[in-house]
């Protein structure tokens, strides 16, 4: 994409911190065909629950934007590659998704 950026605010709150990141790109061509511009949120926020251990709860995807991340192709427009197969794939992106984490620090 010409026009590819992202955003991220973190922001410590009574002990939790609070983030969201913004990304944002424009059309592109990928496995030779034109994507569509996309912008995704993704959200969190993370608070120490005991010394050296922290949880933090995520949402990727928070507005469950469907948009195509990346494509392939496995030949060229002669064919040299591929096995004599030419096709084009385009992936969508992974739909709304929670995580929890915890990790240890020592």
């Known amino acids: 994409a010409q026009r590819y950026g992202a955003i991220e605010v973190v922001q410590p709150c009574g002990g939790s911190e609070f983030s969201a990141r913004i990304l944002a790109s424009g059309n592109r061509i990928d496995a030779g065909q034109e994507l569509p511009a996309y912008n995704v949120v993704n959200l969190g926020v993370s608070r120490m629950i005991r010394p050296g251990w922290t949880a933090r709860?995520?949402?990727e995807n928070a507005f469950n934007e469907e948009y195509f991340e990346r494509g392939w192709a496995?030949?060229?427009?002669r064919n040299?590659?591929?096995y004599g197969i030419t096709n084009t794939f385009v992936w969508p992106a992974k739909p709304r998704s929670y995580g929890l984490t915890a990790r240890m620090s020592f």
């Open 57 to 59: 709860l995520r949402v």
């Open 74 to 77: 496995n030949a060229d427009t």
């Open 80 to 82: 040299r590659y591929g």
